[in-house]
């Protein structure tokens, strides 16, 4: 079974709104740890934003939000004023326990439109 | 200076030829991780290291080895090269204190070997 789900390939966005890019796992796990990473065209990995499952508010890092809601085992990323340079490709990824297991969904590509 | 570097950056071999990628970092993790990227497939975690001496298979290890030559150098050998594991190649560290309660536990990445075979 998936761990993480993304169920968006692909997503348009104009430029200064807000966009959700969605996330769904699957652990039976109570400590676990909820992650974005942003891939530019240039290839590297860039860590977004974390939320730990015992974590009660959600997260945020500047334009990125996490909307955690645990019941569902979802875990969403708001970016909120879009702007051109936030085209690229997101992951969601989940470590489990204390770090042995560490996965990441099929990503989703966000293009920003002018 | 990057914190994890990989090398090479771009590689072409033969199929049958073997192969070593080499990752160093200058984090101080303690941990070290090999993925590979297919496109469509994200990223799969072939082999993970918690310390020099635990070294743990993950989803897709056949076809590859590694060495852990010291905290901050993790090798990644392909024996006898093949067309399918031609990919985007990632090394990532990550600081066990982290996942302890005192951080976040997330990875680190390199910037990535492409690797053909032909």
């Known amino acids: 079974a998936q761990k993480i789900t993304q169920t968006q390939p692909g997503m348009f966005v104009q430029e200064k709104e807000a966009v959700t890019l969605d996330c769904t796992y699957d652990?039976?796990?109570?400590?676990?740890?909820l992650f974005w990473y942003k891939q530019p065209s240039s290839g590297e990995m860039i860590f977004l934003i974390y939320q730990g499952s015992y974590d009660e508010q959600n997260a945020t890092e500047g334009r990125y939000s996490l909307n955690f809601q645990k019941a569902r085992k979802s875990a969403n990323l708001v970016i909120s004023a879009s702007q051109l340079g936030d085209s690229a490709m997101y992951f969601c990824?989940?470590?489990?326990?204390?770090?042995?297991?560490?996965?990441f969904g099929p990503g989703t590509r966000l293009s920003v439109l002018p | 200076d990057a914190d994890v570097t990989q090398t090479p950056r771009n590689r072409i071999t033969k199929t049958g030829k073997r192969i070593m990628l080499e990752c160093s970092q200058t984090k101080g993790h303690d941990r070290m991780y090999w993925y590979r990227q297919d496109p469509g497939l994200g990223l799969r975690l072939i082999y993970y290291?918690?310390?020099?001496?635990?070294?743990n298979k993950g989803e897709i290890s056949d076809g590859y080895s590694v060495s852990r030559q010291a905290q901050a150098k993790f090798s990644l050998s392909l024996e006898s090269a093949i067309p399918n594991q031609t990919a985007l190649y990632f090394c990532?560290?990550?600081?066990?204190?982290?996942?302890?309660?005192?951080?976040?536990?997330?990875?680190?990445f390199g910037p990535g070997t492409r690797l053909t075979v032909t």
């Open positions: 990532a560290t990550s600081d066990s204190k982290g996942v302890r309660g005192q951080g976040t536990g997330e990875q680190y």
């Open positions: 290291s918690f310390d020099v001496k635990d070294i």
């Open positions: 652990t039976s796990d109570q400590s676990y740890g």
């Open positions: 990824a989940m470590r489990e326990g204390h770090g042995q297991n560490f996965v």
